[in-house]
């Protein structure tokens, strides 16, 4: 995988994607190796982060390189100069880039004018990162991934569309419940393999071994907050919707989360929640990715 970029999870075959969960697996265990020493990663953010951020700091610093955080106000990223500048120019100080940028192909221009590893922080389409990492903990949790059933609640976003891709290539089975006018785009559902597209959060928790949801309102859709907390105020996580799930079910949220919105009050401390250890896993993950695209190892 060395030299390659990851905008989206149909950048991985199935192999690639079991041979990161067990590299995230045995760097979690050894969690400092100088593997990638004297690395740089430069971290372009138009949107905000916790989780993005400070695990990749984190991943290059425990792996003996560094990164630079470097925000919109500071790059300008297609504004005060062009994305293919900001690529090539990157391109010859650092090993790779991270990249959370409003547009999906922002992400695809500056992989396009880079020649190192570009990798998708988080874009209004994918959110590979984060869904990897959910792999890798649902991995853990029940020790396959093949035959699962994956019941997504809510909008059908950006992880959402990273989810559905990785359930397909995984053999998982992927069910979204979402209101009309929110649910997954024709060209994702083209890339589905057992699939159930619902307007009933009931009918797709029934029986999951993963109950997953993510806020109504991504960053960047502040203004349409009011109309999707009104289309969306059935779609709330709570424990009776949870106990329609398998009994050992997870419960799962990339966070940050919108408390009394897309999850009720204490979903987040119930005993099937994996959530801080989903978080957690970002940086095993993001430690994998490091590891493969700008080592090669
Ligand atoms: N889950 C996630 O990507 O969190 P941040 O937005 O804080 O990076
Ligand atoms: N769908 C959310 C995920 C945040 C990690 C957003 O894009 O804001």
Known sequence: MKGKDLLSIADLSSEEIQSLITTATRLKLGQRRPLLEGNILALIFEKPSLR?????????????GDAIYLSQAEVGLGQREPISDVARVLSRYVDGIVARTFSHKSVELLAQHASI???????????????????????????RLEGLIVAYIGDANNVANSLLLACALMGMDFRIASPKGYGPKEK????????????DPKEAAKNA????????????????????????????????????????AIFMHPLPAHHGEEIAEGIL??????????AENRLHMQKAILVKLLGGS
């Not at 994702?188 to 307007?199: E, G, S």
């Open 52 to 64: 993005t951020r400070v695990s990749f700091d984190v991943a290059m610093k425990h792996l003996g």
């Open 117 to 143: 590893p570009v990798i998708n922080g988080l874009s209004d389409e994918e959110h590979p990162c984060q869904v990897l990492s959910d792999l890798l903990t649902i991995y853990e949790k029940k020790g």
């Open 188 to 199: 994702l559902l083209n890339k589905a393999r057992n699939i159930l597209v619902t307007p």
């Open 209 to 248: 071994d993963v109950v997953y949801t993510d806020v109504w309102t991504s960053m960047g859709q502040e203004a349409e907050a009011e109309r999707r907390r009104a289309a969306f105020s059935n779609y709330q996580v709570d424990t009776k919707l949870l106990s329609l799930a398998k009994k050992d």
């Open 269 to 278: 401390e119930s005993p099937q929640s994996v959530v801080f250890d989903q």
